[in-house]
């Protein structure tokens, strides 16, 4: 049994982690996965759990506290009409199959190849929240198979190395082929259940060595407890003060935080 020691330091950083995470996604509407990742890395890298596996288990922590936020997240815009459950249907097989090769993949390399994932599509994805435009234009609607399938898979592959739902990628992606933003947002949602539930799965089969207390697998319970309660408390109070201000310069200012944590998660991984 770990003393209460070593376990309190940890629930303080994560009580802190989820509330951030929370007030980042009400107020940005981004994913709480492209923060927790990132941060689970520097609270259990300070708190003495290091190893070669690290990174899996910031990333199937993530990736579990999607499977409870996401099918909330998907109902809430369902009852204002936003979802196209038609397009889950079409894409659904091929994010499963991706989420299940990234996580195999992920579970066989080393976390500084994680590392360098995530930092540097982390960085694209706060180089587009900083410069992307809404107008820029694909297509007027959603290529056909194989086309469709193809992008489904790799948004989900590696969507599930990354340890974040499908928001991050699903969004931008649908926006260049015509799709309103709120029925891109909507239905991103629905893409975090099934990128995160078969990665979950898979990760908690995964042996860990050096873990923090009480991980099943890959995945660590208090981590995953605390932040799911701290973000479902935070996130409306994120929401309000998005209702309350202009998002814009934020959303810059959160741009240019994941291009620093982006740019540092890929310092770490070259051993500076």
């Excluded at 605390?226 to 810059?252: C, E, F, N, Q, Y």
Aim: glycine share 12%; charged share 5%.
């Amino acid at each position: 049994m770990p003393e209460l020691a070593q376990l309190l330091p940890m629930v303080a950083l994560l009580v802190v982690i989820g509330g951030l995470a929370g007030v980042v996604a009400g107020l940005l509407g981004v994913g709480g996965g492209i923060v927790l990742v990132p941060a689970f890395f520097y609270a259990f890298s300070s708190l003495g759990y290091g190893g070669p596996q690290l990174m899996q288990i910031c990333v199937a922590t993530s990736l579990a506290t999607i499977v409870v936020t996401s099918p909330r997240s998907v109902m809430s815009h369902h009852k204002k009409g936003a979802v196209d459950w038609q397009m889950l249907r079409d894409w659904g097989p091929y994010i499963v199959v991706g989420a299940l090769a990234g996580t195999l993949l992920a579970a066989q390399v080393k976390s500084v190849v994680l590392q360098v994932v995530f930092g540097v599509l982390a960085g694209l994805a706060g180089l587009y929240m900083a410069f992307g435009k809404s107008s820029w234009r694909l297509g007027d609607t959603l290529p056909g198979q194989p086309a469709r399938g193809i992008m489904a898979t790799v948004l989900a592959f590696f969507s599930a190395m990354m340890g974040i739902g499908g928001g991050t990628f699903g969004v931008p992606l649908m926006s260049v082929y015509s799709v309103p933003i709120h029925r891109a947002v909507a239905t991103a949602a629905g893409f975090g259940v099934l990128i995160a539930v078969p990665a979950v799965l898979g990760f908690l089969f995964l042996p860990i060595q050096n873990a923090p207390p009480y991980t099943l697998g890959a995945v660590n319970l208090p981590a995953f407890l605390v932040v799911i309660g701290s973000t479902m408390l935070t996130t409306p109070w994120g929401v309000k003060l998005a209702h309350a201000m202009d998002p814009k310069p934020l959303k810059r200012a959160f741009a240019g935080f994941i291009l620093i944590v982006a740019l540092n998660m890929l310092r770490k991984a070259a051993g500076w």
